[in-house]
T-cell receptor, first 113, second 114 residues
Framework: SQQGEEDPQALSIQEGENATMNCSYKTSINNLQWYRQNSGRGLVHLIL?????REKHSGRLRVTLDTSKKSSSLLITASRAADTASYFC?????????????FGEGTQLTVNP | KAGVTQTPRYLIKTRGQQVTLSCSPISGHRSVSWYQQTPGQGLQFLFEYFSETQRNKGNFPGRFSGRQFSNSRSEMNVSTLELGDSALYLCASSSSGTGYNEQFFGPGTRLTVL
């Protein structure tokens, strides 16, 4: 079963707008990673945020982490049609050994030109 | 550095057959994990190998198995295929396998069972 839930399940916006996706999880974590997936292809790593970090930026991406609420958000600014994809959060938990990731259900983002 | 590679990219098998999928991690990475992705169940962890040892296993039947070689390349095998095994199989590599580092995924192998 999935640890996390992502919200919304689907998001449709116009090019140039910002897109915000949320992820919640259930157990304590070491870190949280965000991935992008285009049309059933492989997962592209976007960003990793550690449990002791609150915010991280990478280009047009901004990720926040609130461990007290067990939630994270991914903000994509000035979206482009090429950002159309599914976005997943994945956690690496304190209670699991090794590199095991637990994924959310994903948000399908559509950016209309 | 080259990314994670997976072969083959597509496979079509019939029920009852077996299949072997291959994953080559990023050079220098010693941890390889496998995941199954289906529309109904999402992304689910199969198992993880580190330095040729299985360190973690998900909740899948014994028909799913894997191994890792001394060069860190990994294979997973599914025996006695069922229709429900149709999925995208993804592998991921990580440098330390501690859970603190980024994990990078390959393009996946799309398995269709008829």
């Amino acid at each position: 079963s999935q640890q996390g839930e992502e919200d919304p399940q689907a998001l449709s916006i116009q090019e140039g707008e910002n897109a915000t996706m949320n992820c919640s999880y259930k157990t304590s974590i070491n870190n949280l990673q965000w991935y992008r997936q285009n049309s059933g292809r492989g997962l592209v790593h976007l960003i990793l945020i550690r449990s002791n970090e609150r915010e991280k930026h990478s280009g047009r991406l901004r990720v926040t982490l609130d461990t007290s609420k067990k939630s994270s958000s991914l903000l994509i600014t000035a979206s482009r049609a090429a950002d159309t994809a599914s976005y997943f959060c994945a956690t690496s938990g304190e209670e699991t050994s090794g590199s095991r990731l637990t994924f959310g259900e994903g948000t399908q983002l559509t950016v209309n030109p | 550095k080259a990314g994670v590679t997976q072969t083959p990219r597509y496979l079509i098998k019939t029920r009852g057959q077996q299949v072997t999928l291959s994953c080559s991690p990023i050079s220098g990475h010693r941890s390889v994990s496998w995941y199954q992705q289906t529309p109904g169940q999402g992304l689910q962890f199969l198992f993880e190998y580190f330095s040729e040892t299985q360190r973690n296993k998900g909740n899948f039947p014994g028909r799913f198995s894997g191994r890792q070689f001394s060069n860190s390349r990994s294979e997973m095998n599914v025996s006695t295929l069922e229709l429900g095994d149709s999925a995208l199989y993804l592998c991921a590599s990580s440098s330390s396998g501690t859970g603190y580092n980024e994990q990078f995924f390959g393009p996946g192998t799309r398995l269709t069972v008829l």
